[in-house]
């Protein structure tokens, strides 16, 4: 699918972690990469405030997915070719 950046955010709090995502979406078009899909386990997702659309949980329009990443302060990012 594309490239899995996994990042231990274990230890810290919610506007840390939620700006972390931000430089992730925002730097991607730099490295010719979009974010296409934010994934976590439920107890993270529980804690953060994602927007609904449509139905689905969202990062700024990125797709938020609870799945088992391995551990409950991992957060997983998914980047896909720009082409």
Partial sequence: ?????RLDLED???LYILGVLG???EEAPNRGRRMVEIRMRKVL??????QESAGQCTF???PVVVTDTGFDGTIEVVLASLQ
Wanted: no cysteine.
């Fill in 1 to 5: 699918m594309g490239d899995i950046f």
């Fill in 12 to 14: 810290h709090d919610d």
């Fill in 60 to 62: 700024r329009s990125v």
């Fill in 45 to 50: 997702f529980d804690r953060l405030a994602f």
């Fill in 23 to 25: 430089v992730f979406l």
